[in-house]
C-alpha cells in the first residue's frame, strides 16, 4: 500500500514537472514573440507609415456627397477634453456649412442629471459657435457604437432616405460608419476631428535649421515624432481589436 502511494506522489511529481517545464517553453516563445514584435512597432515608429495606417482609418469611407440631413457627433470620454473639444469645433464647422441639418449628440447620461451632464457640454460648446439650439437632437440611451445607432435609428423616420455625417476621431471612424450601416443607414459620411499640426521648424532655431544633422538631443523625430507614431500606432492596434470584435459580432 505504501509503494503504491509513493508511486502515485512520483507520478504527481513528474507531472507537475512536466507541466513547469512546458509552461516556462511557452513563456519563452511567448515573450520571444512579443520581444519581435515591440521591436517591429519601434522602427516602424521612425517612419510615417503609423500615421497612415491612423489616416486610413479615418478616410477609408468618410466620404459623402450629398449635404447631410443629420449631422451625428459622437460623444468622447467627458467634457472637457481634448477629443471633446474636438469634436465640437468640427461639429460647429459642419453644422455652419449645412445649415439645414439637425445635430445629434450621441453620449450616455443619466436624464436626470442632463442640466451637468456631459452631452449637454458638448451642446453648450458647440451652440457658443453660433449654432442655433433648436437644432439639437439627444441620443443619450446607447453606451457602445452599435446601440449608439441603434437609438439613432429610433430616433430619425424613415432612415432609408435620409444622410448622416459622423463626427468622431479618425481610428473611430471607419467602425462608425460601417455600424451604422449595418443598422440600415444608407447614405453615411464621416468628417474625422484630425488635429494640425505645427510647423517642425518651429521647434527648432535659427541655427540649428540650417544643419543638416541635428544633435540627438534636438532631433524633432526623437523628441516628438516617433513618439506620437508610438501613439498612432497604440490606437491603431486597439481599433482593430475593435473591428475584429465588431466583425465576429455580425455588427459590421
Request: charged share 20%.
Given at each position: ?89 468640427y461639429?460647429?464647422?459642419?453644422a ?32 457658443y ?38 463626427i ?12 451604422f ?26 541655427a ?45
Open positions: 500500500m505504501a509503494i503504491f502511494t509513493l508511486e502515485i506522489i512520483y507520478d504527481m511529481i513528474k507531472s507537475l514537472k512536466y507541466f513547469y517545464l512546458k509552461t516556462l517553453v511557452m513563456l519563452k516563445y511567448l515573450f520571444i514573440t512579443l520581444g519581435i514584435i515591440f521591436f517591429i512597432l519601434l522602427l516602424l515608429s521612425f517612419t510615417s507609415q503609423p500615421f497612415w495606417a491612423y489616416h486610413w482609418l479615418g478616410t477609408h469611407k468618410s466620404n459623402f456627397e450629398s449635404d447631410p440631413h443629420y449631422i451625428v457627433v459622437m460623444g468622447a470620454g467627458g467634457m472637457p477634453s481634448p477629443e471633446g473639444l474636438m469634436r465640437c469645433f461639429a460647429a464647422q459642419a455652419n456649412q449645412y445649415p439645414n441639418s439637425e445635430v445629434i449628440i450621441a453620449m450616455p447620461t443619466l436624464i436626470d442629471f442632463f442640466e451637468i451632464s456631459h452631452p449637454y457640454r458638448m451642446f453648450r460648446e458647440i451652440h459657435k453660433g449654432i442655433d439650439s433648436t437644432r439639437f437632437l439627444f441620443e443619450i440611451h446607447g453606451t457602445n457604437t452599435r446601440t449608439q445607432a441603434l437609438e439613432i435609428a429610433k430616433m430619425i423616420p424613415n432612415i432609408d432616405n435620409v444622410s448622416i455625417v459622423i468622431t476621431s479618425p481610428e473611430h471612424m471607419l467602425r462608425s460608419v460601417l455600424t450601416e449595418k443598422v440600415g443607414f444608407r447614405e453615411v459620411g464621416g468628417i474625422p476631428t484630425f488635429e494640425d499640426v505645427l510647423d517642425e521648424d518651429l521647434l527648432l532655431d535659427e540649428e535649421r540650417k544643419l543638416k544633422i541635428k544633435s540627438l538631443a534636438r532631433n524633432v523625430t526623437m523628441r516628438y515624432n516617433m513618439w506620437n507614431y508610438i501613439k498612432y500606432e497604440i490606437l491603431v492596434i486597439r481599433e482593430v481589436m475593435a473591428l475584429t470584435f465588431y466583425w465576429l459580432r455580425g455588427w459590421v
